[in-house]
């Protein structure tokens, strides 16, 4: 039995089934990471232009964590779709990823900081100046240049909203966690959600309406 049942909803949907559409089609044509990045992040920018598209049950903040909601995950787990949920004051440990991504900005800030390791000992060294997302600004995560960051939101009294894709079943990716000395613990996120929305929900209702 599926884990995740598909529901109706309310709120229209036509752009994030037009962007699922639209970046199934980009990986169809092409697996040249670089093109991927950028005609993805284009698709990306697109969908988080405006932000009133996303349902409310995968906009909810938890009041200790941050939460992430399976919006949508290719048949073939080639990418996924998840919205991103910040409270107020709430972080993600250094982490990475392992596959490639796309970090759009719907609401609110987002504040990102890169890590390396260091040569001589491996512990991890910040490099670069934190940065500040606003609305409508994506960002790109190529593993080749690598992964890790740590992200926090940048607004100290309301929710802040990202919309990430990723070139996996994020949630089922055995990943890492990081101390300051480098050390290493493995984690697999999961999914803060058990529903999915049905992104062809809105099309049934114009179809009995016409």
């Known amino acids: 039995m599926n884990a995740f049942a598909p529901i109706a909803t309310a709120t229209d ?5 037009r962007f699922v559409t639209d970046f199934a089609g980009l ?4 697996d040249d990471l670089d093109r991927i990045l950028r005609d993805g992040g284009g698709l990306l920018a697109d969908l988080v232009a405006q932000d009133d598209w996303l349902p409310e049950e995968y906009a909810r903040p938890h009041p200790e964590r941050y939460q992430q909601y399976l919006l949508h995950c290719d048949s073939a ?8 949920v910040w409270g107020p004051g709430q972080a993600t440990p250094i982490h990475d990823h392992r596959v490639w991504g796309l970090v759009g900005v719907l609401s609110g800030t987002e504040r990102v900081q890169s890590f390396h390791h260091r040569d001589h000992d491996g512990a991890l060294v910040q490099y670069g100046a934190t940065r500040t997302l606003h609305p409508g600004e994506v960002e790109a995560i190529d593993p080749r240049e690598g992964d890790i960051h740590r992200v926090e939101n940048g607004q100290s009294d309301r929710t802040s909203i990202s919309i990430h894709v990723y070139g996996a079943n994020i949630g089922a990716v055995e990943r890492a966690t990081y ?11 999961g999914y803060a959600n058990t529903t999915l929305p049905n992104l062809w929900a809105n099309l049934w209702d114009i179809s009995r309406k016409a």
């Open 13 to 17: 949907l036509s752009p994030l089934r």
């Open 27 to 30: 990986l169809d044509d092409t």
């Open 77 to 84: 787990e080639r990418f996924s779709v998840v919205s991103f």
């Open 179 to 189: 101390r300051a000395s480098g050390e290493e613990r493995p984690f697999i996120s």
